[in-house]
Nanobody, 115 residues
Framework: QVQLVESGGGLVQAGGSLRLSCAAS????????MGWYRQAPGKQRELVAR???????YYTDSVKGRFTISRDNAENTMYLQMNRLEPEDTAIYYC?????????WGQGTQVTVSS
């Protein structure tokens, strides 16, 4: 059974930081491109960051320089370090695993940034 479990969300003031974690089980973690998506109320889900390896990462423009994605293949875990958070970052953040033949989603974790 595949599970992606996010943690680390919460309420933070603008300018603050949070670190999200995504613990994966039931998949060959090394073989998956991992990503973080977010969905704000009334908006479509969007890709925030994606990681294949340390040297192969992608960030959407609005988070470049503020967010850092990383992964620990030995621990089957992906992280998103979010600094200088802004109210516009408020959303449910989802962990995503993309493989050759399959895709999986976590249940999401709420991030709320107050102004």
């Amino acid at each position: 059974q595949v599970q992606l479990v996010e943690s680390g969300g919460g309420l933070v003031q603008a300018g603050g930081s949070l670190r999200l974690s995504c613990a994966a089980s039931g998949i060959n973690f090394n073989a998956y491109t991992m990503g973080w998506y977010r969905q704000a109320p009334g908006k479509q889900r969007e890709l925030v960051a994606r990681i294949v390896s340390t040297s192969k990462t992608y960030y959407t423009d609005s988070v470049k320089g503020r967010f850092t994605i990383s992964r620990d293949n030995a621990e089957n875990t992906m992280y998103l370090q979010m600094n200088r958070l802004e109210p516009e970052d408020t959303a449910i953040y989802y962990c995503h695993a993309h493989g050759t033949w399959s895709d999986y989603w976590g249940q999401g974790t709420q991030v709320t940034v107050s102004s």
